[in-house]
């Protein structure tokens, strides 16, 4: 016997699912469940917009979060490790937590995202046949090819609607939400702690949101695993602030002369500290 449908809604709050959910309530689709997995790392907008959205639509949103917190993951935790990772070889056997995500080792959104979500669907497919539905944009044509976004039950209505990431910002920016200016300062607004985001963004927490960035320095001293390759928290701090300055003196962020001054001032700091 065929197991009745159960639709849900995976809601991250960012622009893409909040066009779909909303495109959906205004089709008429019908909707049984709309999840947001919260890791806990959202910019305070994001939240604020989350209960927004809840009381405008008056559908209730259900939250699902880890059992273990970013914060005992990231540091505390025992982590089975590889005997020959290079986390072990350099660091020492005494490490804990899983450090600082990297390209190659996304544990946060495995630990504190895939897994809840996955706990909490699970109990539900076994009295129904789950569809999820997806905020994959119509121009977002790379993720949609991943694995992960072509599984079993998957809808993507924003593909079916020819919406673009520009299409849904617009359609949320129509219809009253604006997360506080995030998406005027952010391409992608997701965990603001991520090591993988690019300079640009990471500039814009730093002037943007300090309490935020202070938290960021803190942590970024309590783990073994650098923030980047590249810099520390700290560094970027240095750079960012060399930045301003060199740009106050009429001179371009960029070629030969900016990073061998850059390198000389991180070579200042780094001194002053021994």
């Given at each position: 016997?065929?197991?009745?449908?159960?639709?849900?809604?995976?809601l991250?709050?960012?622009k893409?699912s909040?066009?779909?959910?909303?495109?959906?309530?205004?089709?008429?689709?019908?909707?049984?469940?709309?999840?947001?997995c919260?890791t806990?790392?959202?910019?305070?907008?994001?939240?604020?917009?989350i209960a927004?959205?809840?009381?405008?639509?008056?559908?209730?949103?259900t939250?699902?979060?880890a059992?273990?917190?970013?914060?005992?993951?990231?540091?505390?935790a025992?982590i089975?490790?590889?005997?020959?990772?290079?986390?072990?070889?350099?660091?020492?056997?005494?490490?804990?937590g899983?450090?600082w995500a990297?390209?190659?080792?996304?544990?946060?959104?495995?630990?504190?995202?895939?897994?809840?979500?996955e706990k909490?669907?699970?109990e539900?497919?076994?009295?129904?046949?789950v569809?999820?539905y997806?905020?994959?944009?119509?121009d977002?044509?790379y993720?949609?090819?991943?694995?992960?976004?072509?599984q079993?039950?998957?809808?993507h209505?924003?593909?079916?609607?020819?919406?673009?990431?520009a299409?849904?910002?617009?359609?949320?920016?129509?219809?009253?939400?604006?997360?506080?200016g995030?998406?005027?300062?952010?391409?992608?607004?997701?965990?603001?702690c991520?090591?993988?985001q690019?300079?640009?963004?990471?500039r814009?927490?730093?002037?943007n949101?300090?309490a935020?960035?202070?938290?960021l320095?803190?942590?970024?001293?309590?783990?073994?695993?650098?923030?980047?390759?590249?810099?520390?928290?700290?560094?970027?701090?240095?750079r960012?602030?060399?930045?301003?300055?060199?740009?106050?003196?009429g001179?371009?962020?960029?070629?030969?002369?900016?990073?061998?001054?850059?390198?000389?001032?991180?070579?200042e700091a780094?001194?002053?500290?021994?």
């Amino acid at each position: 016997m065929d197991k009745p449908e159960y639709r849900v809604v995976a809601l991250s709050g960012g622009k893409d699912s909040t066009a779909m959910l909303l495109g959906m309530i205004e089709r008429g689709m019908p909707i049984d469940c709309i999840l947001f997995c919260d890791t806990g790392l959202e910019f305070p907008a994001m939240y604020e917009h989350i209960a927004k959205l809840e009381r405008d639509i008056g559908i209730p949103i259900t939250h699902v979060r880890a059992e273990k917190s970013f914060e005992e993951l990231m540091f505390y935790a025992d982590i089975k490790r590889n005997p020959e990772s290079a986390a072990l070889k350099k660091y020492g056997p005494d490490i804990k937590g899983y450090g600082w995500a990297g390209p190659r080792m996304r544990w946060c959104t495995a630990r504190l995202k895939d897994t809840p979500r996955e706990k909490f669907l699970r109990e539900i497919r076994k009295e129904y046949d789950v569809k999820e539905y997806i905020g994959l944009a119509a121009d977002e044509g790379y993720r949609l090819e991943r694995k992960q976004n072509r599984q079993p039950g998957h809808v993507h209505p924003l593909v079916d609607w020819g919406m673009t990431e520009a299409d849904c910002l617009q359609y949320c920016y129509d219809h009253g939400y604006d997360w506080n200016g995030l998406y005027e300062q952010f391409k992608r607004v997701s965990c603001w702690c991520c090591p993988l985001q690019p300079l640009p963004e990471l500039r814009q927490l730093y002037h943007n949101h300090p309490a935020l960035w202070e938290q960021l320095k803190e942590w970024d001293k309590m783990t073994w695993r650098s923030f980047r390759a590249d810099y520390s928290v700290e560094e970027l701090e240095i750079r960012f602030d060399f930045e301003d300055e060199w740009q106050g003196a009429g001179k371009p962020i960029k070629g030969r002369a900016f990073f061998n001054a850059l390198k000389k001032r991180l070579g200042e700091a780094a001194d002053g500290k021994r």
